[in-house]
């Protein structure tokens, strides 16, 4: 009968008994997102009902609180004797329960049978990335976004807010970060600048935007690599202290954060003081991905730092440097996730209460078990399917369908999932609503349903109804052709991807190692 995205755990019919018609005299509970509810049915159904809130004994649409409800986020809805009941046990699991009536009766234009849903997720964790470093997107942009994902019953909003080519957030105690940081003169592919970022203010507006949406938000600090922005106004952050400018092209960047300087924990602390402000939600995640290592070797505070705490090698001092993250964040209250990119090896001195987004498992299954049983969450973040920049060519929809979003047998072993919009290439909300929609359909199914939804075969006969969904919103969804590409559509669009991806960074980097490696020389005597 009904054909909701993501997929209810029970849905019961009956045809024969009376359930419910909106109507003229439709009144509605008061709550935190009536306004939201009864926007949604004005727009899509009847301009002319009068749906309003009602605190009479005679609401024909009941929202309410029950303690016999057993998940958190869970709900109930039934629809009986010209009345619907929407039961849960938290304000969080009502939201659910209204967004899953939004889609009833917009399927069924405002006619519901005798209905009886039972529902809860999957996974704790259900999480979209957006990644602002690359390109700015406005704070009206962000709230489309968390609309979006509200629609999806998505509750994570993983903001990554610091890159090379950009450092996005206001921090009072650095100035430059953003007076300079958030400026670059160009992009890959015009001579055009960009720049863009968000004040305190404007976070402070978008947390509590996602908090009437039962979204947190973590905000991505990426250390110690993925800094040139911050080291752009800061030289000293550097091994070297060398004058750079905010990146411009895209790539993995050689200069890093130096771990063997006192002033550069200093200066990280300030930056976290200032997040944790904002960001009242607990936990913050620290990056940790592509730290190319090659200025640590050659630098003599690293290196000093690696013989002083009986490090092995630069690996060991990575680890360092991120447990003194972490312990400084545990010290107020807050926890960590970071990168599982570029974690193969023996990552014991790795504090295992630090959370990983498994983007891909460079170290094995075994290892991924091993870290599970030191007690490490996992969120799945797999690249393949989950990384929403790559072409349908890479990612198609069938292949996010039918892939599950536990990383093990064990659902328990599992945090929840999230789906990453990286932006090197989604340079606007146009472009990143076509790679997004409907892949993010199916990872929410993944996130929110049961084991063994989403399949292909079930989304695709939910997906005329997900569409008309998608269309109340006005999104630019990926039609079924593109998003289901043929063999000879995935070859083309892979190859336009890889043909956008290439540029001259490496050969930069190497240049620029030499000059490095040259400066190093002169500052020790060597020839």
Known sequence: MYNIIPQPVSILTNSERKGFTLHAGTTVTPCAFADMFISFVRKTLNKKVRIQEDTGEEKTIVFKIDDTVDHDEGYTIKCENRRVFVNAKTETGLFYGMQTLCQMLLQTNGKLPYTEITDYPRFSYRGFM???????????????????????????????????????????????????????????????????????????????YCHERKIKVIPEFDIPGHCVAAIACYPELSCFNRELEVATHWGVKHDILCAGKESTY??????????MELFPDKIIHIGGDEAVKMRWKLCPDCQRAIRENGLKDENELQMYFTAKVNNYLKEHGYSAVMWNYDLSGDTEKLPADIAWTVCGVSGGNEQLKGEINRGRKMINTNAYPYYLDFPYGWN???????????????????????????????????RLEFLTFPRLGAIAEAGWAEKGYPSFATFIHKAEDYYNLLDVYG????????????????????????????????????????????????KTGNS
């Open 130 to 208: 957006l990644d602002s470093g690359r390109y700015f997107y406005s704070v009206p942009d962000v709230k489309r976004i968390i609309d979006l994902m509200a629609l999806h019953k998505l509750n994570v909003l993983h903001w990554h807010l610091t890159e090379d080519q950009g450092w996005r957030v206001e921090i009072k105690k650095y100035p430059l970060l953003t007076e300079k940081g958030s400026k670059r003169s160009h992009t890959n592919f015009k001579s055009t600048p960009h720049e863009g970022y968000y004040t305190q203010e404007d976070i402070k507006e978008i947390v509590a």
């Open 266 to 275: 200093g200066f990280v602390f300030g930056v976290l003081d200032e997040l």
């Open 396 to 430: 198609t929809l069938k292949k996010v369908c039918n892939y599950d979003g536990a990383l093990t047998d064990d659902d328990s072993e599992t945090w929840g999932v999230e789906g990453c919009m990286w932006t090197e290439y989604v340079p606007d909300m146009k």
């Open 475 to 522: 999104v630019n969804y990926a039609k079924l052709k593109t998003a289901c590409p043929s063999f000879a559509y995935r070859h083309i669009s892979s190859l336009w991807f890889k043909r956008r991806v290439f540029h001259w960074q490496g050969i930069h980097n190497l240049l620029d190692d030499a000059k490095v490696r040259k400066l190093k020389n002169l």
